[in-house]
């Protein structure tokens, strides 16, 4: 789960990470007072938006406006939040479909004396979390590794004893920072890394992390994203949640208990098993289709589930064909053939459908879908049913 910058500076002052002071609005009013009630000559009014690179991002309505703008009155800040309230925002990292910015923070500004990066994300090789560094902050991390991948500096650490001093002193070397910037830097990285452990963290990056003339280091950004199956533990981050950053269909999905994500291409899938949902994709792609979803049923679906799958998959405009693969271990082939039978009642299908059905009373399964009205091109293996549905709308 991912959350808005101005929920991640709640969590990093909450917690001792040094952040500036910023007010979230969400009409150029609002943005107006923010501005004097922050009191300072500068202010920066930042769009917030589920994604990086908003600095450099510019709106389909005005490209020559950014997603971030350093503001020195309040009737410029009131000019930059009209420009980007309720207007797309298309950045890297959202694509060309952009974001709709719906609330803006507006943040203190500060004397900048260096900028830098860093990253915390889990390193599953070594099965620890990483702490990256680099001296190229604000540039994107991607471009970084890409072309001079020497600038960026890694640390390891164990979640339960936390990053160490001598870790922290050795990326200080590396990156240049000496004097007391090494005594911020140790209480910044150490408390950053604390965050990460505590929040069940996916992963939680700041670009720019800067040095101020004080040499105090400050986290100007909070990008931070949460693993999903430790949410239970916190409940008060799932207040954070905003559906309205989410895609709809994989909203819908969750709700109906299904792993969906949305994908690019025009064949739809729903199958039962992650490892087999990656696999029937990645044969999809071997045959010239292009995988529209990951959906995956899971082990225990009911006809209301698979209904729901079937919805989700079709209101896709993409979607020119749907794959089913199914491998009855825990479930049975009959409990999806009477599921696909009850589907096509419900809601109709209007691209080709191909069932490939293997495992627990295939057999049983086959015959119900073959006695029953249901237009369906049936598949012996994977191979086959891949090559059925590319086939299909050719």
Do not use: W
């Amino acid at each position: 789960m991912k959350i808005h910058e101005f929920q991640g500076k709640e969590i990093f002052r909450k917690e001792g990470v040094a952040v500036l002071d910023g007010i979230v609005a969400k009409t150029p009013e609002q943005v107006a007072e923010a501005f004097e009630k922050l009191g300072t000559p500068v202010c920066v009014v930042k769009s917030q938006i589920h994604a990086g690179g908003r600095g450099k991002g510019t709106f389909k309505e005005d490209p020559n406006q950014r997603g971030v703008q350093v503001c020195k009155s309040s009737d410029e800040a009131v000019a930059a939040a009209k420009a980007m309230l309720g207007n797309t925002l298309v950045t890297l990292q959202t694509g060309e479909e952009g974001k709709t910015v719906n609330q803006i923070y507006v943040e203190a500004g500060c004397n900048i004396e260096r900028e830098l990066y860093l990253g915390i994300v889990l390193d599953r090789e070594s099965k620890k979390p990483v702490l990256m560094v680099s001296s190229e902050g604000g540039v994107e991390i991607e471009e970084v590794a890409a072309e001079t991948p020497e600038k960026i500096f890694k640390e390891h650490f164990d979640p339960a004893e936390g990053l160490q001093s001598f870790q922290v002193r050795k990326l200080c070397k590396l990156l240049g920072i000496e004097g007391k910037t090494v005594r911020s830097a140790d209480k910044f990285m150490k408390k950053l890394c604390d965050v990460y452990t505590k929040y069940d963290c996916s992963m939680a990056e700041i670009n720019p992390l800067v040095i101020s003339s004080e040499g105090e280091m400050i986290a100007l950004d909070a990008k931070i994203s949460f693993d999903e199956n430790a949410l239970f533990r916190h409940k008060d981050i799932l207040e954070y949640r905003d559906l309205s950053e989410e895609e709809e269909s994989e909203v819908k999905a969750a709700e109906a208990g299904l792993s969906y994500v949305k994908l690019d291409g025009e064949i739809g899938c729903l199958v039962n098993g992650a490892g087999l949902a990656m696999s029937t994709m990645d044969i999809i792609k071997l045959h010239g289709g292009e995988p529209a979803n990951f959906l995956d049923v899971g082990g225990g679906a009911n006809a209301d589930q698979v209904t729901e799958a079937f919805r989700i998959i079709l209101a896709d405009p993409n979607v020119k064909a749907v794959l089913v693969n199914i491998f009855g271990g825990i479930m049975r082939c009959t409990t999806i053939a009477d599921a696909l039978i009850t589907a096509y009642k419900n809601i109709g299908f209007n691209v080709p459908l191909v069932v490939r059905l293997e495992g627990t009373e295939v057999e049983e399964g086959k015959k119900i879908l073959a006695e029953s009205d249901v237009d369906i091109v049936t598949a012996d293996g994977l191979t086959d049913a891949a090559k059925k549905v590319v086939a299909s709308i050719a």
